[in-house]
């Protein structure tokens, strides 16, 4: 039986969590935070995002790391059997399964489909890395520049193909220990580059006005704005909540996924913070303070307004230009760190999609990695064949916002309703470094779902 079977476990402590933290920390940080930030009202956003963190983020993450280690126990380590685990754990086994079925079909829907976009984002990084060493963007408006990207289909189907193959890969032979050692190297690296590039960009002056300085950008996203947030209080609201998910990777089994490999004493309480915290600085800290105060500076604030998808591959090169030459190497490696903290988000949903279909279908990890690729090249075709990326932004909507939002309503039936909120309190502590707050148990039992609950009533009223 695979429950008995001896599973792999994080080989150090330090691993699992920059593991964790290259699993969160992604293109989400980077290119989705401040689009997200940009389009709804900057400081509007930070509102509700803040909310969600601490009634949805922290309370789910410990949600998930625990019924990850858990299920681990049983072999299993995706979302799908994690109800079965707790059918096991607990009473209820029927509903369980219900929810198992459900759960299990949305998370792999979502999966698949965030990725058909998200992979696309990598390959702009790849492109963006190779723009900078030849000085493509160098001289041009780069604004123009990007739309001229998207457009060049070749350019965007052979970097775009790049990232797939590698995933592709890796998945296919099963890399698992490398991905820990290589998360090692290049987690530190992308927050060193990451904190010298803030500092250039907060203090970065607008060639244009003197009154579009970078700290007019920071202004625009630290300063609480209620009154566009009551004007569009359930959108923003929303998109808030499930960036949360989305940054911290929450929701679809992903984490649960990597903990199922933590070893059974072993702290997850401290663990899982730490990774919070980890994620938290790099997006609101420094993915805040990069690509808006450059737009800001030197594309100006209605662009930034426009809260356009490529908003950070319009804002970048702009540094790295006014860097001069050392400018083209800064820039070349910035990319293809984002490159590879893309890449190392991706292959964590890769691995779990495998993972899932193995444990809960039976499909033969080789074959799984196939069936994974096509699905990938059939949904992420009609994102390259639309340079107008209307398509693109209704989706990132419709599954960064609204779906996960939903299956951290699964997160929460698992843990108060079929777990117990005691058992999984007890279990979250077993080989814990620290002591939660019980505070959050109730958060958990009480605030988490209603916020989840009127955010989707809400929002679905305001839809029609
Ligand atoms: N958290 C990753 C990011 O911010 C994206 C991701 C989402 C990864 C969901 C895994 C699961 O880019």
Avoid: C
């Avoid at 950070?312 to 910035?334: D, Q, Y």
């Amino acid at each position: 039986m695979s429950s008995l079977k001896e599973r792999e476990a994080w080989a150090t402590r330090i691993g699992l969590i920059l593991s964790m933290a290259g699993n969160a920390v992604g293109l989400g940080n980077f290119w989705r935070f401040p689009r997200l930030l940009a389009a709804n009202g900057g400081g509007a956003f930070m509102i509700p995002y803040f909310i969600a963190l601490l009634l949805l983020g922290i309370p789910l993450m410990w949600v998930e790391w625990a019924t990850g280690r858990l299920g681990g126990k049983y072999g299993h380590g995706t979302l799908g059997p994690m109800f079965y685990i707790m059918a096991r754990e607990s009473v209820k086994p029927r509903k369980a399964l219900i929810f198992a079925v459900i759960g299990g079909m949305i998370a792999f829907s979502v999966t698949t489909l965030l990725n058909s976009y998200y992979i696309h984002v990598i390959g702009w990084t790849a492109a963006y890395s190779i723009y900078s060493a030849t000085g493509a963007y160098y001289g041009v408006d780069t604004v123009n520049f990007f739309f001229d990207h998207i457009k060049n289909f070749q350019m965007v189907m052979v970097t775009w193909l790049i990232p797939m193959i590698l995933l592709f890969i890796a998945a296919f032979r099963g890399v698992s220990k490398g991905i820990e050692a290589f998360n090692k190297v290049m987690m530190p690296l992308l927050y060193v580059f990451a904190v010298v590039l803030a500092i250039r960009s907060i203090t970065i002056g607008s060639p244009i006005r003197p009154d579009w300085s970078s700290f007019a950008g920071l202004n625009y996203i630290w300063k609480p704005d209620f009154e566009a947030l009551s004007k569009n209080f359930w959108v923003i609201s929303l998109a808030a909540a499930g960036k949360i998910f989305f940054t911290l990777s929450l929701g679809m089994g992903i984490i649960q996924n990597y903990a199922s490999y933590v070893r059974k004493g072993d702290d997850i309480a401290l663990s899982a913070l730490t990774t919070a915290s980890l994620n938290e600085f790099a997006e609101v800290i420094l993915g805040g303070s990069i690509a808006i105060p450059i737009a800001y500076a030197y594309l100006g604030p209605d662009v930034v307004r426009s809260g356009s998808l490529g908003l950070a591959f319009m804002a970048l090169p702009n540094v790295f230009t006014s860097m001069g030459e050392v400018g083209r190497f800064f820039g070349t490696i910035w990319f293809l760190l984002l490159f590879f903290a893309g890449w190392t988000s991706a292959i964590a949903m890769y691995n779990y999609l495998t993972a899932l279909l193995e444990e809960d279908l039976k499909i033969n990890r080789k074959i799984g990695a196939v069936i994974v690729f096509l699905i990938y090249l059939m949904l992420g075709l009609p994102v390259a064949l639309d340079p107008t990326l209307t398509y693109f932004a209704e989706l990132d909507n419709w599954v960064g916002s609204y779906l996960l939002v939903v299956l951290g309503l699964f997160d929460v039936i698992v843990a108060v309703w079929l777990f117990k909120p005691n058992n999984l309190w007890k279990e979250l502590h077993e080989g814990a470094l620290i002591k939660v707050p019980t505070f959050f148990k109730y958060v958990l039992m009480t605030l988490t779902p209603l916020y989840i609950i009127i955010l989707l009533i809400g929002t679905t009223i305001d839809y029609y």
